[in-house]
């Protein structure tokens, strides 16, 4: 994410304690194609989930 890509994981534990639910995550194919449809289809919403991450990023790693 410190290179402004969206991250869609299946690790959704982990993922929370770091960013507290915001990452988008999957536990199936079916879920995992559904995001990746809806966040290419949407420029918009991926690029805000991108620049929202992203400042969680540097503000963990003190960047």
């Not at 969206?6 to 999957?26: A, D, R």
């Not at 995001?35 to 963990?60: G, P, T």
Request: glycine share 4%.
């Amino acid at each position: 994410m410190l290179r402004k890509k969206l991250v869609i994981t299946n690790g959704e534990i982990g993922s929370n304690e770091l960013f507290h639910g915001l990452l988008p995550s999957f536990n199936s194919k079916e879920e995992l194609n559904k995001l990746l449809r809806f966040y290419l289809e949407n420029d918009e919403i991926r690029n805000s989930k991108i620049n929202e991450l992203h400042k969680i990023v540097l503000k963990k790693s003190h960047i």
